[in-house]
């Protein structure tokens, strides 16, 4: 937010502000806009900071001849036209969607690029699921949550968290990655032997996705056969050994795409390796002919990009210039990356 701006007006006024990124809009007035923090993340698409919202007017809640405090910004309408000519805005984010005001309702529609958490019906682990999904949405990923014969997973500590679909539902080419959440339900009701858990874990390797997990998570990819000849470790190494695992002391392991941890300390460093392996992951990963055309003209490509055109952010103005970020143009840049205020490649134009 900029309090600035909101400075003009008294503390009984509202000022409103989008996100640039999804359009999701807050009401605050200038005591609240000034006390945020710039740097919390968007609470709708998890994409954007605070401090690159926009000031928009506020219909229905500031005087419409009063606009002095409104700065003058180039953003795009965030409101879709049907046949008729009538016009909806795309996101109605005024009424309470998921039950806390705040987490955004599950999207099955978006382009964003989607994590799958799998955890027991009963008895899982609140940190192992909480600390990495937290993770995962404020670096702009989505996350559906999968368990087995329920609505609502419960914790060992009492926690109730509501599931997004039953095993049997998921279609993993949604997703780029699994995570199998730990606890100990996945002892006692045993769910590394479980077929429909065990089933989710070996297509998720066949399709060559990073698949992570974290405590007693690893003996459904053990008895799954993920782990045999592999490093690895989990709260119980015992059984991961028995089933081929080369056992690691280290807190966190990762062996190609399939990354385990040993517990809920582990929690925050399991999450940043899932992301930090996806990150690296390649398009052409599995192509090998691809990848040798592809180094046989990184030197073409890189001399051509270097005088590629140069893009602007529509939300903050920033230049994309090829020249200044190693000769790579562009169009080359993963569809996954962002403006560093968070805009998305589509809100950018040649220049």
């Known amino acids: ?193 479980d077929p429909d858990y065990q089933k989710i874990a070996k297509s998720a390797n066949a399709q060559k996705k990073i698949v992570g997990a974290i405590c007693l998570g690893p003996w459904i990819l053990a008895d799954a056969g993920l782990l045999k000849g592999k490093k690895a470790t989990a709260s119980e190494t015992d059984h991961i050994k028995s089933k081929g695992a080369i056992v690691s002391d280290d807190a966190v392991v990762q062996d190609g795409k399939i990354i385990t941890a040993n517990g809920p300390s582990a929690s925050q460093e399991f999450a940043e390796a899932v992301v930090a392996a996806l990150q690296a992951s390649s398009p052409t990963d599995g192509n090998s002919d691809q990848l040798d055309k592809t180094e046989a003209n990184a030197a073409a490509s890189s001399n051509a990009a270097s005088q590629a055109a140069a893009w602007r952010c529509k939300v903050c103005g920033y230049v994309y210039n090829p020249a200044e970020n190693d000769g790579v143009a562009f169009e080359d840049l993963p569809d996954t990356w962002k403006c560093p205020c968070g805009a998305p490649k589509s809100k950018f134009v040649r220049v």
């Open 1 to 193: 937010m900029s309090p600035a701006s909101a400075q003009t007006a008294s503390d009984t006024d509202y000022t409103c502000w989008q996100c640039p990124v999804c359009g999701y809009t807050v009401i605050l007035t200038p005591a609240e806009a000034e006390s945020i923090d710039p740097y919390t993340l968007c609470p709708n698409c998890y994409s954007a900071y605070a401090g690159n919202f926009i000031q928009v007017y506020c219909s229905g809640y500031a005087p419409e001849d009063d606009q002095s405090n409104y700065p003058d910004q180039d953003y795009e309408p965030y409101w879709e036209e049907d046949d008729t000519g009538s016009q909806d805005f795309k996101e109605h984010n005024s009424e309470d969607r998921s039950g806390n005001g705040l987490a955004p309702a599950l999207d099955t529609g978006s382009s964003k690029e989607k994590i799958l958490m799998v955890l027991p019906p009963d008895q899982y682990q609140e940190e192992e699921l909480n600390v990495p999904r937290d993770y995962f949405q404020s670096m702009g990923y989505q996350v559906h949550l999968a368990s087995k014969g329920v609505k609502t997973a419960t914790g060992m500590s009492g926690e109730r968290t509501e599931v997004d679909l039953d095993l049997d539902e998921v279609k993993l080419s949604d997703y780029i990655a699994v995570v199998f959440v730990g606890g100990e339900g996945i002892y006692s009701q045993e769910l590394n032997r």
